[in-house]
């Protein structure tokens, strides 16, 4: 495991990439076979945390665990997605994995927007109870209500474990 350099722009540009400084701001983990063929660019941070660079004409954002996807031969229309949710720089190969677009959402954790603390379960004031929602390939797979937010809770984590398998992100 061999680390690369992370940058941040630090002043304006008129012309790109001449006229701009750059500040390094992270590191991120690369397999030793891949490091030399990625350290040849300059990799920036998003503000979402991932490593990207850019391609002019036209203009596009290449993200670096989707090279290492690339470099390792998978599918390209799949996705890449980073096992471990929380660690977006870490692109060695066994924390990456190929996903559908619909698995790589099912790995995504709760909303900060969450009032009740946990992932997939909203009050329904209506009717007093607690809703459970697992969505699977963009529609509502399982829906229920339950009188007691423990009660909903596992409801959740069991449906969404059999809907999403090891890309299930359930509540602690």
């Known amino acids: ?8 722009m630090v002043s304006g540009c008129k012309r790109w990439p001449h006229s701009c400084r750059f500040i390094e701001v992270a590191r991120t983990k690369v397999n030793d076979c891949y490091f030399d063929e ?32 690339r470099l390792e031969g998978w599918p390209i229309p799949d996705q890449t ?29 709760m909303f900060t927007n969450s009032t009740l603390g946990v992932k997939g379960v909203t009050w329904r004031s209506d009717i007093g109870k607690y809703q459970t929602q697992v969505y699977w390939r963009g529609d509502r797979g399982y829906t229920a209500c339950f009188l007691t937010l423990k009660e909903a809770v596992a409801a959740y984590d069991r449906e969404a474990t059999n809907s999403h398998g090891d890309f299930a992100v359930v509540n602690n």
Do not use: C
């Not at 495991?1 to 941040?8: A, L, N």
């Not at 990625?38 to 290449?62: C, H, K, T």
């Not at 870490?90 to 995504?108: C, E, G, I, K, P």
């Open 38 to 69: 990625l350290n040849q660019e300059r990799w920036l941070l998003r503000p979402d945390g991932y490593a990207v660079r850019y391609r002019q004409r036209p203009l596009r954002a290449i993200f670096m665990h989707g090279e290492v996807a």
């Open 81 to 109: 997605d980073h096992k471990d949710r929380t660690e977006k720089l870490d692109n060695q190969v066994s924390n990456l994995r190929s996903a559908t677009h619909s698995q790589s959402r099912a790995n995504r954790g």
């Open 1 to 8: 495991m061999r680390t690369i350099p992370i940058w941040r």
